[in-house]
């Protein structure tokens, strides 16, 4: 487990954690814990409880046991210095609000309001608030596309936009559920970069849900891996490994890695929740893509 360095409290931390829904454990005796700046991906299956985790870092859901802290504070405490990308937002195709309009969102479309430091005079603050989203935009490289209704944008350009709102605040955490899911592998890699690039500049912590590795393997520090109601943290080499995932799983799960690094997860189980999914479509989609992508 990493020392903060400097006396710095973690980004996020998870001690002995126990979440239950509806009287059923999620998962159980969960730690880890999110340096300043560091870059880490939450994988499992679906079900696995990774939105699960995200929820409890920002205070939606209580602990059933051990102990949650983000940025120094009880979960929900500091829910102004995170960025949350939550799973799969739609956007139908005839969705009128502008990318910049979507961004702007992200500085006031919630309780708090304007952030403190954009000033008391009402036009002083519609400045702030217009030149901090036209610089958020230029950071995750959507300028081109920022006036246009989001309806119309593709999936790789409404998710610069997405990670832009949650961006715009300037938080110190970024919760990212699934930012890949949908993209093609272009996008999949050139969101990757972005978000990587982003949190060297900015010294920002992301934890990043994700389906599959692979678009991530050069950018993570570390991954949390969900499955049969515990996690494994640690470098990808160390536990996305045949030997780590069939202890994690409890049945035998092989690792293969292609000759160009990337690895695919052969013969996990799914999560037990996925037969009782109300989503019959989505649930075989899901698993299908569950075994062909590797995690
Ligand atoms: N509001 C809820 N009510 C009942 N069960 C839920 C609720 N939210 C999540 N669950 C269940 O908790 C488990 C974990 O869900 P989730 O965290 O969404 O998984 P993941 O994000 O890994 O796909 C699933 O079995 C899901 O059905
Ligand atoms: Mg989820």
Redesign the pocket.
């Given at each position: 487990m990493a020392i903060a360095i400097g006396g710095n409290e973690a980004s996020a931390e998870l001690r002995d954690a126990e979440v239950r829904?509806?009287g059923?454990t999620?998962?159980s005796e969960v730690s880890m814990r999110i340096e300043q700046g560091e870059f880490v991906g939450l994988l499992?299956?679906?079900?696995?409880?990774?939105?699960?985790?995200?929820?409890v870092l920002l205070g939606a859901l209580p602990l059933r046991h051990g102990t949650a802290s983000v940025l120094g504070r009880a979960p929900g405490g500091a829910n102004s210095a995170i960025g949350f990308l939550p799973?799969r937002p739609v956007f139908g195709a005839g969705l009128r609000l502008r990318g910049r309009d979507l961004v702007r969102l992200g500085l006031d479309g919630d309780r708090w309001g304007l952030p403190l430091g954009f000033g008391r005079n009402a036009a002083t603050r519609r400045a702030a608030a217009r030149a901090r989203v036209a610089d958020t935009i230029e950071l995750v490289g959507a300028g081109a596309y920022a006036e246009r209704p989001i309806g119309e944008l593709s999936g790789g350009e409404q998710q610069r936009l997405l990670i832009a709102q949650a961006l715009v605040r300037r938080p110190r955490l970024l919760l990212l559920?699934?930012p890949l899911d949908s993209l093609d592998l272009p996008n999949q890699a050139s969101v990757s970069a972005l978000v990587d690039r982003i949190r060297r500049e900015a010294g920002i912590a992301v934890l990043l849900?994700a389906h599959d590795v692979n678009p991530l393997l050069s950018y993570l520090d570390r991954v949390a891996y969900?499955a049969a109601g515990h996690a494994v943290v640690g470098p990808v080499r160390e536990v996305i490994t045949s030997e780590t995932l069939t202890a994690l799983y409890g049945v035998p799960v092989e690792v293969l890695r292609a000759s160009d690094g990337r690895l695919a997860v052969i013969g996990q189980p799914e999560?037990?929740?996925?037969h009782?999914?109300r989503h019959g479509h989505d649930h075989d989609h899901?698993h299908e893509a569950a075994h062909i992508h590797a995690s």
């Open positions: 829904i509806g059923r999620i998962w499992g299956e679906n079900g696995s409880g990774k939105s699960t985790l995200l929820k799973q559920d699934e849900v969900l999560a037990p929740a996925h009782h999914d899901d």
